[in-house]
């Protein structure tokens, strides 16, 4: 990839994030806590910039998604898996928007 280009990657089961590679995304599996945990430092340290984790995965990882939060990069951003979502994405952006604007907008 170029430099000048953001690097984004998808991380989760491998069925619900294959399809991101079509999207010039690199689509990473990983299943266990541990794969997602050497996965994500991986890619931090290859220099991804939006790491797509699918809600289920994350779920698995709180401490390691909590580490990401306060800093800039990368931005880490649940998103549904191939069986629809639980809501805790959603739950997540509305918490940061809050917390940036000062009220719920939503």
């Known amino acids: 990839m170029d430099s000048d280009r953001t690097k984004i990657a998808a991380v989760g089961d491998l069925a619900s994030v294959l399809l991101f590679n079509a999207l010039g995304i690199s689509a990473v599996g990983a299943e266990t806590p541990q794969d997602v945990e050497r996965e994500i430092t991986r890619l931090v340290s290859e220099g991804y910039s939006v790491i797509f984790i699918t809600e289920k995965t994350a779920a698995g990882v709180p401490e390691l ?36 604007v000062g009220k719920n907008i939503f």
């Open 65 to 100: 998604i909590n580490k990401y939060k306060s800093q800039t990069f990368p931005a880490i951003i649940p998103i549904p898996d191939k069986d629809g979502s639980d809501g805790s994405g959603l739950r997540a952006i509305r918490a940061n928007v809050e917390k940036a």
